[in-house]
């Protein structure tokens, strides 16, 4: 989850106001931030709506390019 802790940092959010407003615990933020746990689909789907972003670039940090 290359870009998450990122994304958080530019919008000046914290870990515990995003834990809060999508319903998961602080720690299992931290853990995707920092590449310890993988989140759910269900969890990545929040994160994209919550963001504004796609899954592709939770992910890799880049939103999906054509071949």
Do not use: C
């Not at 914290?14 to 931290?30: C, F, G, P, Y």
């Amino acid at each position: 989850m290359k870009a998450l802790k990122e994304l958080r940092k530019q919008r000046n959010l914290t870990q515990v106001k995003v834990s809060m407003d999508l319903h998961i615990s602080r720690e299992a933020l931290a853990n995707y931030e920092n590449g310890k746990r993988q989140p759910s689909f269900d969890v990545l789907n929040k994160l994209s709506e919550y963001f504004n972003v796609s899954i592709e670039y939770l992910i890799n940090g880049e939103e999906f390019k054509k071949r």
